[in-house]
C-alpha cells in the first residue's frame, strides 16, 4: 500500500474520516445483511411461512412504539455543540431510560388491541417480551453516539457484526430445539442484551450515570419535539407498508411479503444507515451554504454513494426475481415479483437521500419535520389508492409515487441549507427511469403474479 494511500485512510480530515466511516458502515450492513440472508435461508427450513408473517407483526409494533416516542438523543448528540459534554450525555442518557421504560408499559398496554387487529391472538404473548427490547435499549451507553458524531465507525460495526452473529446462532439453535416462533423472539431479546454489554465493555469511554441537567434537558427536549413528530412520520414512510398490507395479505401472503422486502430494502437501509452515522458530522463541520468549497467537496461525496446505491437497486430489480428462486424455496416464487417492483420504487428516495441530513445538522429539526411529515401523508394515500386500485402491485408502485411527489419539499428543504444539487438530480433521475424500466419490463410476468395475493 502506498504512503499516499495510508495516509489517507489513516488521515483526520473531515474527507478522510467520511471515507472511513463510510466504509466501516457499507462493509458492517453488507456483513450484517449477508448474515441475516444465511439465517433467513435456515430458518425458513426449521419454521413455517406463518412465523415471519408473525415475526414482521412484532417487528412492526415494536418499531411504531419506538419510532412515536423518539426524542432525538441521538442526532442531538452528533449536532449539538455540547455533544462531548459530560452533564449533556448522562442528561440524554438518563432520558433514553425513562423513554425506554415508558415504552414498555406501553407495549403492554397495546397489545391486545394489536392482537385483534392483525387477527392473530398469540400476540398477547409474544409482545409484551419482545418489548423487553425497548428497556434494554434504553440502557445503551452515550458512547456510541460520540462515536457517531466523531465518525468512528470502526469498532461500532465490529460490536454490531458480533450482536448479529450472536443473534442468529441464538435463532437458529431455538428454532432447532422449540419449532416455535418463540425462538425468533427470545433470540430478539437475548441479542440486544448482548448488544448492551459489548458497547460498554468495548467502546472507549466514560460510562454514563443518572444525571439531570435542566439546560442540556431544555435543550435535547426542544431539538427532539420536532425529532418526535418527524419519528412519527417516519413510521408511516418507512412501516405502513407492513401495516396496510398487513392488514390487507393473509398471515401466510404477508410472510412471503416479508421475505421479498427483505431483499428488495437492502440498498435503501444501507444508505439510511451511512447518511445517519456520516451526513450529520459533514453538514456540521462544512456546511455547503457557507463555501462553493464545501458545496463541491459534498457533491464529490454525493455523486458516488448515490451511483452505488441506485445500481444495487437496479441490481436488484433485473435479478431479484431469480435470486429468490435459487435462494428459497419454491413456495416462494411469487416473492421474486415483490423484489423487482419494490426495488424500482425505493430509487426516488434513494436519488435525494442526501438532502434530508442538511437540516438536522443546523438544528432546524421543524424543517426535517416539514419534510417527513410531506412524505408520511403522500406515501399513505398513494399506497392506499394503490391498494385499492391495483391490489400489491399498486400498493408498492404508489409508494414510490409517494416518494416522487415530495421532491418540491426536498428542493425547499435542501436550497434552505445550500445544499440542492439539481445537476446530481436530473442526471440520476434519467439513469434510473431507463434502466428501472427495463427492469420492470424483464420481469413484468413476475410482477403481474403479484395480482394473486388478494387480501386474506
Not at 413455517?48 to 432525538?72: H, I, K, R
Not at 392482537?115 to 434504553?138: C, K, M, N, Q, W
Not at 428501472?436 to 388478494?454: K, R, T
Request: charged content about 10%.
Amino acid at each position: 500500500m502506498s504512503a499516499g494511500l495510508t495516509g489517507f485512510l489513516k488521515g483526520s480530515s473531515i474527507a478522510q474520516r467520511a471515507f472511513r466511516s463510510s466504509a466501516f458502515t457499507m462493509a458492517g450492513f453488507a456483513g450484517g445483511q449477508a448474515m441475516r440472508l444465511a439465517s433467513n435461508l435456515i430458518l425458513t427450513r426449521l419454521l413455517f411461512p406463518e412465523a415471519f408473517g408473525t415475526m414482521a407483526m412484532v417487528s412492526v409494533f415494536l418499531m411504531a412504539l419506538a419510532m412515536f416516542s423518539d426524542v432525538g438523543v441521538g442526532p442531538a448528540i452528533m449536532q449539538s455543540k455540547r455533544g462531548d459534554d459530560r452533564a449533556f450525555l448522562d442528561t440524554a442518557w438518563t432520558i433514553q431510560i425513562i423513554r425506554g421504560l415508558c415504552l414498555f408499559v406501553v407495549a403492554i398496554g397495546l397489545t391486545w388491541p394489536v392482537a385483534r387487529y392483525f387477527g392473530e391472538p398469540d400476540l398477547i404473548h409474544y409482545l409484551p417480551v419482545s418489548a423487553l427490547t425497548l428497556v434494554i435499549a434504553g440502557f445503551n451507553p452515550t458512547k456510541l453516539q460520540t462515536a457517531n458524531r466523531h465518525m468512528r465507525a470502526g469498532r461500532v460495526t465490529m460490536i454490531e457484526l458480533a450482536v448479529q452473529a450472536i443473534g442468529i446462532v441464538l435463532a437458529v439453535a431455538l428454532a432447532v430445539a422449540f419449532q416455535s416462533v418463540w425462538a425468533l423472539v427470545a433470540s430478539g431479546v437475548l441479542s440486544s442484551l448482548a448488544h448492551l454489554i459489548l458497547l460498554n465493555v468495548f467502546l472507549p469511554g466514560p460510562g454514563n450515570r443518572l444525571n439531570w441537567e435542566r439546560a442540556a434537558a431544555g435543550e435535547l427536549i426542544h431539538f427532539g419535539k420536532w425529532i418526535f413528530l418527524s419519528t412519527i412520520c417516519g413510521f408511516a414512510i418507512g412501516q405502513a407498508d407492513k401495516v396496510i398490507i398487513g392488514g390487507y395479505l393473509s398471515t401466510y401472503d404477508f410472510g412471503i411479503y416479508s421475505i421479498g422486502f427483505f431483499l428488495a430494502s437492502f440498498p435503501l437501509m444501507l444508505g439510511h444507515v451511512v447518511t445517519h452515522r456520516v451526513l450529520i458530522p459533514i453538514y456540521r463541520e462544512t456546511p455547503p451554504r457557507q463555501s462553493r468549497e464545501n458545496f463541491l467537496a459534498l457533491r464529490r461525496m454525493r455523486m458516488p454513494a448515490t451511483a452505488a446505491l441506485i445500481g444495487l437497486a437496479v441490481a436488484l430489480g433485473l435479478v431479484g426475481a431469480w435470486l429468490v428462486q435459487i435462494l428459497y424455496d419454491p413456495r416462494y416464487e411469487v416473492a421474486g415479483g415483490i423484489v423487482v417492483l419494490l426495488a424500482i420504487m425505493q430509487i426516488p428516495a434513494l436519488i435525494v437521500l442526501t438532502y434530508d441530513q442538511a437540516a438536522l445538522a443546523s438544528g432546524e429539526s421543524r424543517r426535517y419535520f416539514v419534510l417527513a411529515a410531506t412524505r408520511a401523508a403522500l406515501i399513505i394515500l398513494g399506497m392506499g389508492a394503490g391498494l385499492w386500485v391495483g391490489g400489491l402491485p399498486g400498493a408498492l408502485l404508489g409508494q414510490g409515487l409517494g416518494h416522487l411527489a415530495a421532491y418540491p419539499v426536498v428542493i425547499w428543504l435542501a436550497r434552505t441549507e445550500g445544499a440542492w444539487d439539481p445537476w446530481h438530480d436530473i442526471l440520476f433521475a434519467i439513469a434510473a427511469a431507463v434502466l428501472g424500466g427495463i427492469a420492470i419490463w424483464l420481469n413484468w410476468p413476475h410482477i403481474v403474479a403479484l395480482a394473486a395475493m388478494s387480501g386474506g
